[in-house]
């Protein structure tokens, strides 16, 4: 009987040391934690105005380090403008860093007014000559 007495704070130690290591996993391997890495991701791109934006984690997948999210933004000032976007991050350390992201899909008015966005496409250079009449006539269409 002395023995188990002997045996019980070494059984202790390890089942405290097994299950401080499962909650520190079950900590990362959350959306709070996600959420945090997404946002933290967020506010390294200048001119994004995130304070005008609901973030909600919608569903996350963990596989090993690494971790597949789907995110949905939503318009504080306009509830029906919403944006999903697609997630992939990776372990650092003790937390996630996104590795990339993929815009999912919109619903709700055009945040443009209605105005179709213009397409930026610049012409290429071309060189004129200084002799206009040097450029042979071409065929129309």
Request: aromatic share 8%; proline share 9%; charged share 15%.
């Amino acid at each position: 009987m002395n023995n188990r007495f002997r045996l019980f704070p070494l059984f202790l130690a390890s089942f405290l040391i097994l299950f401080g290591g499962c909650r520190r996993f079950a900590g990362i391997n959350s959306k709070a934690a996600v959420q945090t890495a997404i946002e933290a991701h967020l506010k390294q791109r200048p001119g994004l105005a995130m304070s005008n934006m609901s973030t909600n984690v919608q569903d996350v997948k963990f596989e090993g380090d690494k971790a597949t999210a789907r995110v949905m933004f939503q318009s504080k000032d306009v509830p029906d403008l919403k944006v999903e976007v697609g997630y992939v991050l990776h372990r650092a350390g003790d937390h996630w860093e996104v590795e990339s992201s993929t815009p999912m899909g919109g619903v709700g008015g055009n945040p443009h007014g209605g105005v179709p966005v213009p397409q930026s496409n610049p012409a290429p250079s071309q060189s004129v000559p200084a002799n206009p009449s040097a450029i042979p006539p071409q065929a129309s269409h």
